[in-house]
Every structure is written in C-alpha cells, then in structure tokens.
C-alpha cells in the first residue's frame, strides 16, 4: 500500500475511558464532524457507543445523514448553521440542529411541521465566541419561542468556548466569564418555568482545565483524538486546586500515517532534489522518495523542517513537498531499503501536534486534512 492512516481504535477507547473517569457520569458527546478529524466517522461512532458516548457532533447535514445510514440511531447535534434548503433533510434524519435566532427557528417549526413531525433543538448561546448563538439577554424569548412551537422541542443549551485550551490567567478569566454569562442565562430560563434540556459548553481545553464547565454534558473532539492542547499541571494554581483530585488524562494519538520508500537513489554532493531547487547536497547521499505529498494531506510546509522514521530512525524530508510525492535523505551509508515503511508522525514518530509545530498550524487541521485517497487502516 503506497500510503495509510492506520487508526488504533484502541488507543481511542482508551482516551474516551479516561475522560468518562475525568467527568464523572456526565453525558459525552462525540465531535466526529470532518470525518471524526480524519479518523472515519462511522468507525468512531460505533466504539464510541460501545464504550458509552451519548451522542454526536456533526457540522454537515450531510454528515449526520451518514451516521443515520450506518444505523446510529442516538442523538446527533448540529454544530454548525444550516441552509434553509436543508432543512427537509435534517427533519427526515432526525438530527438536532443548534438554534441561535428567531428566524430560523420559525423556519425549523415550519420543516418540522410540514413532516408532521416534532424536531428536537439545541439554543446556542454566544457568551463571547464571537461566532454563532444568541445574545446571553435574549437566551429566553428564544427559549420561549421554541417552547410556543408545535412542532420543536427544546433538548438542550449550549454555548462555545473560545479560550478554554489556554492555561494563561487571562484566558482562565474570560473562560470563566463565558460560564458565568452561560450559567445566568440558563438561570433565567429555568426561572421562567422553561426547561432548557441538556445544558453542555465544554470542549476539550475545557475538559482539562475547566471543571466547572462540565455542567450536563461535555464535548470534547480533539482529546479524544489523542491531543492535549493543555496539561493540567502547567494550569495556575488557582485552577489547580480543583483539578488536584483528578488524574492527568491520558491521551494517545489515534492516527499513524504511514507511507512507503517507492525508489532510492544516489547523489552527488551539489545536486539539487525537487521543485524549486530548495535544497542542494552538500556531500554525496542517498535519497529515497516517500509515496505521500500535500495532495494526501502531508502540508506542504513540512518540506526542509519535518522528518520520516524509516526502521526507527529519523531522516529530514528535503527539498519541496510535491503533490504525491516527497524526498528524505538518507545518508552515504545506510540501512533504508526500497519498500520499507515511512512513519510521518504517530507510532514510532513524533505526533501530528509536533509536525503541526513545525508547520505553523494545528494538529487539527494536519489530522482532518489527510486525503481520503489515503485508506483507513483500522486497528482494534
Ligand atoms: C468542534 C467542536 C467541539 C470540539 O472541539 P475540540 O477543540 O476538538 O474539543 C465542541 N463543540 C463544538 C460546538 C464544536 O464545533
């Protein structure tokens, strides 16, 4: 195979019974929108409700549709805004999408109502994301509204949190600001006799840092992936008090991505290696050509400033990283043979947080970036 993501599921149901034990009997919700970040998101559902998750997170309808094909019948919410001709679609699969106004919620009844049905929602609330939700102060008349309407029925509340993965005291600040806005809004909403369902805020900096975010339900996507955006011993001290009485979480990246050494050849000190002659010999070597590029997903800036582990040592990519292919040196003399697995991060080399790094991103957007061209390997 020239190319694969290997997914070790079992390190996945690992990182999930690490964060069950960290919540407590809080509910779980899966974040599996952009394919579970790249991992297969059917593949991930059905561990995940094996080891006890409640429902999932989607950002697509088209991604919820896919859940409901393979038979997930729990809850999936809608993370993102939906077009209003999607809205037949959401109502057939059963899928719960977040409300931040008004109008669309009027728009929701009317879909519902039209398939007779009654549609499960969500309220997002902004508290200071900046993205989606409604106002804190107008929590309730959209609450309010959606209790009014036949055909909705009002799940859950939620709101995001823009700085929760950050240990620095102003973060903690405006994280802990968010919830109090959060939690009063919610307060007003139970004070007027309206339940507000399922309340939930957290991601995963939340998770680590942020007890008093857990409330109902956690959410956390990238955790569960195998990426601690924080360490809770790094927290300051007024949040480590409460975190004292938990164990660190335990997570280990889900994804290896593996490629193969295609062709291996010599060159002569002074002899340039792929577009743009950006790197040029400086003694006689080897170079192998790896069977991976940008078009899989491995980040164009990784070319001069990443490395591939073939038989467990590192070897420095060179030169430009072109759609499908790459280059690593290998030395004058050396063990690397034609054929041989190259590890580009994950297993038994540095994780995708670490490549992230070197190419000025996130781990997020290495792992949901890799190419469906490149096949899922699924190890138990
Ligand atoms: C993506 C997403 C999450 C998960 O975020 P992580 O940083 O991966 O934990 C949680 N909630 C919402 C609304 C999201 O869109």
């Known amino acids: ?63 919820g549709m896919e859940l409901r094909k393979a038979g997930i019948t729990v809850p ?8 209003p001709d999607e809205i037949q679609e959401i109502v057939k699969a059963n899928i719960t999408p977040f409300v931040s106004d008004a109008e669309f919620a009027a728009v929701l009844n009317d879909g519902a109502k039209a398939a007779k ?20 102060k107008n929590a309730l008349a959209l609450a309010s509204q959606i209790e ?27 994280t802990k600001k968010q919830l109090s806005r959060f939690n009063k809004a919610v307060n007003n909403i139970r004070n007027a006799g309206i339940n507000p369902g399922i309340v939930h805020a957290a991601n995963s ?10 409330l109902d339900m956690v959410r956390p996507g990238i955790l569960l992936y195998g990426y601690k955006a ?27 991505l593996i490629t193969t050494v295609s062709f291996i050849k010599k060159i002569k000190k002074g002899e340039n ?28 800036l990784a070319g001069n400033s990443w490395q591939a582990v073939i038989g467990g040592e590192a070897y420095p990519l060179v030169g430009r990283i072109c759609m499908d292919q790459c280059c690593v040196d ?6 690397v043979k034609r054929w041989d697995e190259a590890v580009i991060f994950g297993g038994s080399a540095p994780s995708a947080a670490e490549l992230a790094k070197a190419a000025a991103t996130i781990p997020y957007e290495i792992i949901c970036g890799i190419n469906k061209r490149v096949p899922r390997v699924y190890k138990q």
């Not at 927290?235 to 994804?255: F, W």
């Not at 790197?279 to 006689?284: G, K, N």
Request: overall charge positive; charged content about 25%.
């Open 148 to 174: 009014k309407y036949s055909n909705l029925k009002l799940t859950g509340t939620a709101t995001h949190l823009a700085v929760s993965d950050s240990a620095k005291i102003p973060d903690i600040d405006f």
């Open 273 to 300: 290696v792929s577009y743009g002659r950006t790197w040029i010999a400086r003694e006689d070597t080897n170079i192998a050509v790896l069977s991976i590029g940008y078009a899989d997903g491995l980040v164009r």
């Open 330 to 335: 290998i030395g004058k003399k050396t063990k």
């Open 117 to 136: 049905t009654k549609l499960q929602v969500h309220i997002k609330i902004d508290t200071g994301m900046g993205r989606l939700g409604c106002l804190p």
């Open 230 to 256: 924080a360490q809770e011993f790094e927290a300051p001290v007024k949040q480590l008090k409460k975190l004292k009485k938990y164990k660190a979480i335990s997570a280990e990246p889900v994804m290896e």
């Open 1 to 63: 195979m020239r190319t694969k993501a290997v997914i070790h599921l079992d390190r996945f149901k690992e990182n999930l019974a690490s964060v069950k034990a960290r919540v407590g009997g809080r509910h779980i919700c899966v974040p599996v929108k952009a394919d579970a970040y790249g991992h297969g998101a059917v593949q991930i559902a059905k561990v995940s409700l094996k080891e006890g998750a409640n429902c999932f997170g989607v950002a697509a309808v088209s991604e």
């Open 205 to 214: 900096g939340a998770v680590i840092l942020h007890p008093d975010a857990w």
């Open 76 to 83: 999936i919410l809608l993370f993102s805004q939906p077009s």
